[in-house]
């Protein structure tokens, strides 16, 4: 069952490293993050699960162990999933449904699993074995929903840390321009994860989604199958678009 669960946006950019120069305009975001992580930690769960957004080669499950780099940005920084060398497929992992034909070998996570990588590393997390699972933007609602069920099942404390990016169309400079529907879709997402509303989450309209470039649509919808019947509360603890792109951070417990 979900006791836990905590989301937190991906961007590369919340990584120092990689931000650069810029790195103190996310300060406020790093340190909600943090503390959502901390909520995870005191559910005290038996597994944590990592769900993120991923392109082709990134979906399905990733074990324990697993290795992300942000080289591609330009920056000589790797992370590892949990722990090192624990890599190892988990024979009933709920990544079937994602279309990606299961966990059968140790791949490089996709970037979002990366960043979280990074936030658990940096939390110092070794509270209960962690495994990785990369969603394709495709995926409909229901087998979202249908991934989360599985996931929530899977041990008697499960907790998810759920990746993934709001609208990237908040002003004319955000990397899918400027669209008005969007800032009303980031708010309605911003209430649902505050108040833990797991209704909310599973009727997101996913062609919105798409148009507006929301990458944590269906990493929330997974979410919103964990939780079903869990009965946890929420609390919104960052909500703004620094670059034009909704970064929301949310603690359920």
């Known amino acids: 069952m979900l006791v836990a669960a905590a989301v ?17 305009e996310l300060d406020a975001l790093r340190a909600a993050c943090t503390d959502a992580l901390g909520v995870l930690a005191a559910s005290r769960p038996d597994l944590l699960v990592v769900v993120g957004p991923a392109e082709k080669s990134g979906r399905g499950t990733h074990p324990e162990g697993s290795r992300g780099s942000f080289g591609g940005f330009g920056v000589d920084l790797d992370v590892c999933l949990g722990r090192p060398g624990a890599a190892g497929a988990s ?23 990366a960043v ?56 004319l400079k955000a990397p899918g321009y400027l669209d008005e529907r969007a800032e009303g879709f980031d708010a309605e997402v911003a209430r649902a994860l505050g108040a833990a509303d797991v209704e909310a989450l599973k009727v ?50």
């Open 8 to 24: 937190c946006p991906c961007p590369p950019l919340l990584v120092p490293e990689v931000a650069a120069g810029a790195a103190p």
């Open 91 to 113: 024979p009933d992992a709920a990544a079937t449904d994602t279309g990606a034909g299961g966990a059968d070998t140790v791949r490089e996570l996709p970037t979002s699993l």
């Open 116 to 171: 979280a990588a990074w936030l658990l590393e940096r939390t110092g997390w070794s509270d209960a074995p962690v495994e990785g699972l990369g969603v394709g933007e495709p995926l409909e609602a229901e087998r979202c929903v249908r991934v989360g069920e599985q996931i929530g099942a899977r041990a008697p404390r499960v907790a998810l840390l759920v990746m993934g990016d709001a609208s990237a169309c908040r002003t």
């Open 204 to 253: 997101l309209d996913v062609s919105l989604a798409y148009e507006l470039k929301a990458a944590g649509r269906a990493p929330w919808q997974v979410l919103a199958g964990a939780a079903e019947g869990a009965g946890l509360g929420g609390a919104l603890l960052h909500d703004d678009a620094p670059y034009g792109v909704g970064y929301l951070v949310a603690a359920w417990s």
